[in-house]
């Protein structure tokens, strides 16, 4: 079965950096654009970064452009989200998932994995 799990989550200071993992399994990785959702507490969820089946075209929210790198490997089958200069309004679970399209594309994600939390924090 189609399945994506987060890792890579923690516990890091302002300014610190961090690198979330998803590892995919169950469906052709390298066919499908990925992207990276988030949940702050208390709040709804946020689109946060978006990544083409291929790997060559990226697209971010205004909140983390500049900070946050998408990658993917598709020969490992695992998607990448490299956070740097943290705030602590970066604080949230993240959650990988899977897009039914090769490009990004709106509101598409059909699976979910289960997130990862990201504390920043004094």
């Known amino acids: 079965e189609v399945q994506v799990v987060e890792s890579g989550g923690g516990l890091v200071q302002p300014g610190g950096s961090l690198r979330l993992s998803c590892s995919a399994s169950g469906f052709t990785f390298s066919n499908y654009a990925m992207s990276w959702v988030r949940q702050a507490p208390g709040k709804g969820l946020e689109w946060v970064s978006c990544i083409n089946s291929g790997g060559g075209s990226t697209t971010y929210a205004d909140s983390v452009k500049g900070r946050f790198t998408i990658s993917r490997d598709n020969a490992k089958n695992t998607l990448y989200l490299q956070m740097n200069s943290l705030k602590p309004e970066d604080t949230s679970v993240y959650y990988c998932?899977?897009?039914?399209?090769?490009?990004?594309?709106?509101?598409?994600?059909?699976?979910w994995g289960q997130g990862t939390q990201v504390t920043v924090s004094s």
């Open positions: 998932a899977k897009s039914i399209s090769v490009d990004c594309v709106r509101d598409d994600s059909d699976y």
